[in-house]
């Protein structure tokens, strides 16, 4: 006899190649260290992001996303997809994490969106990236003092085992954080929206099954 589990949660975790890594350090070295590209934060925390301003449109996304190519696929291939799918990307932006810099609870639930990916462009010293799913359900398992007696496969914090140049992609609705830059040098990453639908032709198909 045993416990089964089920409805795993997920992330899709890969390094990008050094060639990858290297292209993207010469797409984006002139601009993401210069602060005047940022604004402030339109969210409740205080790192600075190119998020929806001028700015962001002079950054090299496009070419960021032929870089980040190989993974998309490997993460919609190792999904295992019923359909026929397509990839419509969406928002990118860049974040930047001065010491002291964190970013509050939130998740990317937005319309045509429900894959969101984060890039780790510059971690200095290969610190903590601060990258922290948080987990809502568990507070249900802690009030009914579950979680308090037995050895339970799930935490309120899950923190990814990721460093720079590494790529993760996961569900939009997924609720994460950013915890505070202790370094003394910029932590910067980039983030980005996917939207993964049918392919056309997948869409038109007759759904009515047919009889044998
Ligand atoms: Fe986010």
């Not at 795993?8 to 602060?35: A, C, G, M, N």
């Not at 929206?193 to 044998?212: A, C, I, Y």
Request: hydrophobic letters at 30%.
């Amino acid at each position: 006899m045993t416990v089964e589990m089920f409805c795993p949660r997920w992330y899709y975790h890969s390094t990008l190649s050094e060639e990858y890594q290297d292209q993207i350090k010469r797409l984006f070295e002139s601009k993401v260290y210069d602060d005047s590209i940022y604004t402030e934060s339109p969210w409740d925390c205080n790192c600075l992001t190119t998020f929806q301003s001028k700015t962001n449109m002079e950054l090299a996304w496009n070419d960021w996303l032929e870089c980040l190519r190989l993974s998309i696929d490997d993460a919609l291939d190792k999904l295992k997809p019923t359909v026929d799918v397509e990839v419509i990307p969406q928002d990118a932006w860049a974040n930047k994490y001065n010491k002291g810099h964190f970013q509050e609870y939130h998740t990317h639930e937005v319309p045509y969106c429900n894959l969101s990916m984060v890039y780790m462009y510059d971690i200095p010293d290969n610190d903590d990236v601060g990258f922290r799913f948080w987990y809502d359900d568990h507070s249900k398992y802690k009030k009914s003092g579950l979680a308090h007696i037995f050895d339970l496969p799930c935490s309120p914090v899950i923190i990814p085992k990721v460093k720079q140049g590494d790529i993760m992609i996961f569900p939009s609705h997924y609720a994460h954080y950013v915890s505070p830059n202790k370094n003394d040098k910029p932590r910067i990453t980039f983030s980005g929206n996917l939207f993964v639908v049918p392919t056309k032709e997948e869409s038109q198909r007759d759904p009515t099954p047919t009889r044998p």
